[in-house]
């Protein structure tokens, strides 16, 4: 059903809710991820590929973790780092990696929040052509 999922991560702990989700449903569509973080600090947006900042490698080992511990479960996993526009890359890289079904948490702000910023998952959802599965991150224990 789901050949290609892509997860997009944002390296909070919203993080843990898309993959304790989206393990199961890999592993049972025998489905590859395509893990994607858009790096969007200045440097990125700037530079983008030749960035060479603090966030780029932190950013690059979260994902190299984070893919690890998903092909110790025996999903294959790929890992990919943009730079720029949250929105404008993940509608890009669904398209150039032929992903069927993307991944996405979200933080649940408030409504009046979200209608005066809108959502990286909201922009994302009405861009696409595929599936978006959207979850709420857990709020953390008090």
Known sequence: ???????TLDAT???????QH???LARLCKSQIVLLHVADGWAARTYGPEAVSREITEDRAYLAKVRAELQT????????LAYGDPVQEITRWV???????IAMSTHGHRLLADLFLGTTA??????????????RAKERNR
């Open 73 to 80: 479960d025996g999903i294959p996993t790929e890992a990919q």
């Open 95 to 101: 398209n150039r990696e032929h992903c069927d079904l």
């Open 1 to 7: 059903m789901y050949k290609r999922i892509m997860v």
């Open 122 to 135: 909201h922009k994302v959802q009405h861009l696409v052509n595929v599936p978006v599965l959207l979850l």
């Open 13 to 19: 702990s919203a993080d843990k809710t898309i993959l």
């Open 22 to 24: 989206i393990r199961p």
